[in-house]
């Protein structure tokens, strides 16, 4: 769907999947999982200066800042995810910072065209070099990766202990001795890969929080008492913040990036245990993950937004955090390959939230502007939607 053989300087998915996912488990669901307290202070560094930032640049109103939400979270988000994956010092460099905004877009574009264009055109790769400048931020940011886990890697300017905790640093380490992962360009290619993810999926959860949370000032409220005060937010405190997770989970039910989920693709002719549906050879099967976050025999009342609904009903006690893989819950998957890297995406998206909420009020600049907008089996924010952001009297 993504066209990896463009999008991915000829990356062969299908080959490397098994493989991957046991890499990718080990670097995100273990050695990654055990980083993260540790990496939380630098994070909790990036997203203040990403939110002065992002403040600076915003639209002076009575009121207070006006920002457009789809662009202010993705690039905040893109800000604070890079430290976990490249650290301070590469991810504080302009040139590689805007190549890691621009890279997951360019993907998105190139999946776009590539639905509606000749074949002749997407297999040269023509439309893909349209749409991203030749592959310019592709370029950049496979360049940089192949050095610091390569030739690089003993001279690589992040300062330690941070330099051991980023996920460039561990993929490398972890396949120093493998006979499979030749090279730092194949290992490159395979942490651009998960970038796209990282990168692509936090930011548009977030733009649907902030759109709900900006048309409920009780619930800002209530999170910001729960939350407490910012300079005494640690990283265990974070991720047990019910009410927070709660309202993140409801937000992501009601509002999932895809109404499908757990895609996969047939690599031989297959035949489901009850007789049906046969699935050829090259076919792609898929849940419906709006069917199974809506139905009433799990989610009372499914299509009434609740923010509290995982936090007061003893039915869901046992799936209430964000991060939970469930079949009632399909938004990371489900099973052996369910997504190694939700506990990241979680403490960015969570880390985002707490920051801007402990700070500001929150509400749409426009109370009927359009919000969101279908694509194929996906859902978009609209990028001119704007929030004004009200300074608090205190923090």
């Known amino acids: 769907m993504f066209g990896f053989k463009h999008t991915l300087n000829n990356f062969n998915h299908d080959e490397v999947a098994q493989v991957k996912s046991r890499l990718l488990g080990r670097l995100l669901q273990i050695q990654g999982v055990n980083n993260l307290p540790k990496i939380f202070p630098y994070l909790v560094k990036r997203v203040e200066q990403s939110l002065a930032e992002q403040t600076a640049l915003g639209k002076t109103t009575p009121d207070g800042v006006s920002l457009p939400i789809a662009s202010t979270v993705r690039t905040m988000a893109s800000r604070v995810m890079s430290v976990l994956f490249f650290g301070e010092s590469t991810s504080s460099d302009p040139i590689f910072a805007d190549a890691l905004l621009r890279h997951p877009k360019d993907m998105v574009s190139c999946m776009g065209a590539f639905q509606i264009t000749p074949s002749f055109f997407s297999s040269g790769s023509f439309v893909h070099s349209i749409i991203t400048r030749r592959g310019e931020a592709q370029g950049i940011i496979l360049n940089r990766l192949a050095h ?13 202990p941070l330099k051991e905790l980023t996920l460039a640093w561990n993929i490398s380490s972890l396949t ?6 030749h090279g730092p360009s194949h290992l490159a290619q395979t942490l651009l890969g998960v970038w796209f993810a990282a990168a692509h999926q936090p930011w548009m959860n977030l733009a649907f929080i902030m759109l709900q949370l900006s048309t409920q000032p009780d619930t800002q409220a209530a999170l910001r008492l729960e939350i407490g ?7 265990d405190k974070l991720m047990n913040l019910p009410l927070l997770d709660s309202f993140i989970k409801e937000t992501v039910r009601l509002h999932p990036l895809d109404t499908l989920a757990v895609r996969r693709k047939a690599l031989q002719p297959y035949t489901f245990a009850a007789g049906a549906p046969h699935v050829p050879a090259g076919a792609t099967v898929a849940a419906s993950s709006q069917d199974a976050m809506r139905d009433s025999a799990h989610y009372p009342q499914p299509d009434v937004f609740q923010s509290r609904r995982f936090v007061d009903t003893e039915s869901e006690a046992r799936d209430t955090k964000f991060t939970e893989v469930s079949e009632k819950f399909l938004v990371w998957g489900f099973g052996s390959l369910a997504c190694p890297g939700r506990f990241h995406a979680s403490i960015v998206m969570k880390l985002v939230i707490a920051h801007i909420v402990a700070r500001y009020d929150i509400k749409l600049e426009d109370a009927k502007a359009r919000t969101m907008w279908s694509w194929e089996t996906f859902t978009m924010p609209y990028e001119g939607t704007r929030f004004v952001l009200e300074e608090l009297a205190t923090v």
Request: charged share 20%; hydrophobic share 25%; net charge negative.
């Open 176 to 181: 120093s001795d493998s006979t499979y992962w």
């Open 148 to 160: 610091i886990m390569g030739t690089g890697r003993d001279t690589w300017n992040e300062q330690s």
């Open 229 to 235: 005060a910012l300079d005494q937010l640690s990283y």
